[in-house]
C-alpha cells in the first residue's frame, strides 16, 4: 500500500484503502493512510473539476457535467467544490436537466463557503425555475438576489429578469 502512495497511483490509494484499514495498524500508519488518501481524493478531485472545466470550455456539456461529478464525488469540501457545484449546475441547465440543478444551486445560493459564487448561484437558481415555469418562485428569487447583492456586477441582469417576469404576469 505504500508502494502505491510513494508512486502516485491515487485511485488504487483510494480503492485499496478499506482493505488496509482491517490490518491491525499503529495510530501513526493509520493516519499517515489516512492523510494519504485523503491527498489522493483532494488531487482527482481537483484534476477531474479542470478537465470538467476544459469540457465545458469546449461546449461538450454532457462530459463536463460528468466530470464536475466526478470532482464532487471525490471531495465535496474541497476549497473548489463551491465552484464546481455552480458549473455543474450550468451544464445541467445546457443539457435541460434544471431539475437537478435547482437543488444545487439552491443550497449554493442560501450557503456557500465562497460568497463570489452566491450571487452567480442566485441568479441562476432564478433563470432555472423560469426555464420550468416556475414564475413565482423565479421572481421571489430574483427580489431576494436584488436585495442581498445590489452592488452585484449581475444586478441589471437580475432587474431586467424581473422586469420581463413582471410583464408575463
Known amino acids: 500500500f ?15 484503502f478499506a482493505k488496509v484499514r482491517e490490518l491491525p495498524l499503529s ?10 488518501v485523503e491527498q489522493a481524493r483532494s488531487e ?5 473539476y479542470q478537465i470538467g472545466l476544459e469540457h465545458a470550455r469546449a461546449g461538450r456539456a454532457g462530459e ?3 466530470a464536475l461529478e466526478q470532482a464532487l464525488k471525490f471531495s465535496s469540501d474541497g476549497a473548489h467544490a463551491p465552484s464546481a457545484k455552480l458549473e455543474l449546475a450550468r451544464m445541467l441547465r445546457r ?20 460568497p463570489e459564487v452566491t450571487d452567480d448561484a442566485t441568479l441562476l437558481l432564478a433563470e432555472c ?8 418562485d423565479a421572481k421571489a428569487t430574483l427580489r431576494t438576489f436584488i436585495r442581498r447583492f445590489p452592488k452585484s456586477p ?10 420581463d417576469l413582471n410583464l408575463k404576469k
Do not use: W
Not at 27 to 36: I, N, P, Q, S, V
Not at 95 to 114: C, D, G, V, W
Not at 129 to 135: G, K, N
Open 95 to 114: 443539457l435541460s436537466r434544471q431539475k437537478e440543478a435547482i437543488p444545487i444551486l439552491s443550497q449554493l445560493s442560501e450557503s456557500s463557503p465562497n
Open 27 to 36: 495510530r501513526a500508519e493509520l493516519a499517515m493512510f489516512t492523510d494519504a
Open 44 to 48: 482527482l478531485s481537483v484534476e477531474a
Open 2 to 16: 505504500y508502494e502505491l502512495i510513494r508512486t502516485g497511483r491515487r485511485s488504487e490509494v483510494i480503492e485499496g
Open 129 to 136: 425555475l423560469i426555464d420550468i415555469q416556475a414564475y413565482n
Open 64 to 66: 463536463a457535467a460528468t
Open 154 to 163: 449581475l444586478i441589471n441582469d437580475a432587474r431586467m429578469a424581473l422586469a
